[in-house]
């Protein structure tokens, strides 16, 4: 069965400080894919990245940047240099196959709160 | 060009009593997603729609329903509300390809009183 845990339920940092969320997945599916989305106050969910099962190479956008390791079906976002700006809870996704389409299996979410 | 839109914003309803919620999908888009998030729940997925007909639906009793119309807006419906009922119900939308992303509106903050 398709499942995403975020043990972190809530982190709280002060502005400028690095801060890792972390997310473990367990999936049957050979060929899959994991997304992060952003959900701050106004409860839009914001896509952040998208990322398959054959590409392991970390990637870096600005601030953040993800750490995907298949060994130990993870796939965890690093945000460097916080900003009070990045206060939101942040959900791992992973879809499962449903016919010949997908639909997202999130995980619980992780508060992040970054203090000035 | 305007993204997923949701009405009304919030909602107040008293138990016993009918909650109807919309979604406008971005144009272009097929495929329509209902979650519902709860306190302390996560994001459950609800209901999925594509050209016009249910796709899948989550583990949710039958009070919970919806449709899609030809112009691919959708519509969710609760019936005979609960307490529990209460919580952001958020649609989403997508051109119904397999790992897209999806695109999320605000949502509804339905409270049952």
């Known amino acids: 069965a398709q499942k995403v845990t975020q043990a972190q339920t809530e982190i709280s940092v002060v502005e400028k400080e690095d801060v890792t969320l972390d997310c473990v997945y367990e999936?049957?599916?050979?060929?899959?894919?994991l997304f992060w989305y952003k959900q701050p106050p106004s409860g839009e969910l914001v896509f952040l990245i998208r990322r398959n099962s054959f590409d392991e190479q970390n990637e870096i956008s600005g601030r953040y940047s993800w750490n995907f390791q298949k060994s130990t079906s993870s796939f965890n976002f690093t945000i460097t240099a916080s900003q009070v700006v990045d206060s939101a809870v942040y959900f791992c996704?992973?879809?499962?196959?449903?016919?010949?389409?997908?639909?997202?299996?999130f995980g619980k979410g992780i508060t992040l709160s970054v203090r000035p | 060009e305007a993204g997923v839109t949701q009405s009304p914003t919030h909602l107040i309803k008293t138990r016993g009593q009918q909650a109807t919620l919309r979604c406008s999908p971005i144009s272009g888009h097929t495929s329509v997603y209902w979650y519902q998030q709860a306190l302390g729940l996560g994001l459950q997925f609800l209901l999925w729609y594509d050209e016009g007909e249910e796709r899948n639906r989550g583990n949710f009793p039958p009070r919970f329903s919806g449709r899609q119309f030809p112009n691919y807006s959708s519509e969710l419906n609760v019936n005979a509300l609960e307490l529990e009922d209460s919580a952001l119900y958020l649609c989403?939308?997508?051109?119904?390809?397999?790992?897209?992303?999806?695109?999320f509106g605000s949502g509804t903050q339905l409270s049952v009183l």
């Open positions: 989403a939308s997508s051109q119904g390809l397999k790992y897209e992303k999806l695109f």
């Open positions: 996704a992973l879809p499962f196959l449903t016919g010949a389409n997908s639909k997202l299996t």
């Open positions: 999936t049957r599916d050979t060929t899959y894919y």
